[in-house]
C-alpha cells in the first residue's frame, strides 16, 4: 500500500515545491528528531501520516508500507522502501530516564551472533549504533550476505529503533536522506502503563491517505 504526502488539495497546493517556512520546519525535524508528540515545535508544519503511536513523514521516492500480523491482524511495523534499500521502524515502551537501547543492544549482537552473524558497534549520527552481517539463504535457493544497521534513540519513556537494510547499510556517506527520515519521526507514547520492551500499538492510517497500488 501507498500513502498519499498530503490531502489531494493541500497537494497540489504545495507542489512544484516546499516554501521557505517548510523547508525551515523540515530542517528543524532533521536536526532535532525524532520527537515525543509533546515536543514538536510550533514552527514545525511537517505532514504525517498518523500511525497511532508513530507519525511518519513520507519522503519522496520512498513507499510507506505496514508489517502486519495476519494472524494478529496488527501492526507490528512502518517500512520506508526504495529501489536501493529500505527502513524498518519499531518502537516500545520505557522507563523514563532509562537506557533501554544500552540494555539491548548487546542482546541484539548476541542474537546475531548465534545466528552466525556478526554485529559491530559503531557511532553515529543518533549516538551507538550496530553495523551487522547475517548470511541467508536467498529465494533462488544460494546463499548471500545481508548487511544491516541498527539504530537505537532513546526518548521519554519509549525507544525508537530504525533498521536500514540495503545501500543506507552499508554506504554511511550517503545514508543522510534515510537518516532524515528517523529524524522526522514524531513518538505518541500516551499515558497508560505498559512492561518495558512492549511494542507500542500501531493503526492503520486514516481513510484519506490511504491510496491503492497501481499494478501498471
Not at 34 to 46: A, E, K, N, Q, V
Not at 93 to 108: H, V, Y
Request: charged share 30%.
Amino acid at each position: 500500500m501507498k500513502f498519499r504526502r498530503k490531502s489531494a488539495d493541500s497537494e497540489a497546493a504545495a507542489e512544484p515545491g516546499l516554501t521557505a517556512e517548510d523547508a525551515a520546519a523540515e530542517d528543524a525535524a532533521a536536526a532535532s528528531g525524532p520527537l515525543d508528540i509533546d515536543d514538536i515545535p510550533d514552527h514545525d508544519h511537517l505532514q504525517r501520516v498518523d500511525l497511532g503511536s508513530m507519525l511518519i513523514a513520507p519522503v519522496d521516492g520512498l513507499e510507506l508500507r505496514l508489517q502486519v500480523d495476519e494472524d494478529e491482524e496488527e501492526v507490528q511495523a512502518v517500512v520506508l522502501a526504495g529501489p536501493e534499500g529500505a527502513l524498518e521502524l519499531r518502537a516500545f515502551a520505557a522507563p523514563r530516564g532509562g537506557d533501554l537501547w544500552g540494555e539491548i543492544r548487546p542482546r541484539l549482537a548476541a542474537d546475531y551472533a548465534q545466528r552466525g552473524g556478526t554485529a559491530t558497534e559503531r557511532e553515529g549520527r543518533f549516538g551507538t549504533e550496530l553495523v551487522c552481517q547475517l548470511t541467508v539463504r536467498t529465494q533462488d535457493g544460494r546463499t548471500g550476505n545481508q548487511p544491516s544497521r541498527v539504530i537505537g534513540v532513546n526518548g521519554s519513556r519509549w525507544m525508537l529503533r530504525a533498521t536500514l537494510l540495503g545501500k543506507p547499510a552499508v554506504d554511511v556517506d550517503a545514508s543522510g536522506p534515510w537518516e532524515d527520515a528517523i529524524a522526522k519521526v514524531v513518538i505518541r507514547r500516551g499515558a497508560q502503563a505498559m512492561p518495558v520492551g512492549a511494542a507500542l500499538p500501531l493503526t492503520m492510517p486514516p481513510r484519506e491517505q490511504l491510496v491503492e497500488r497501481s499494478d501498471a
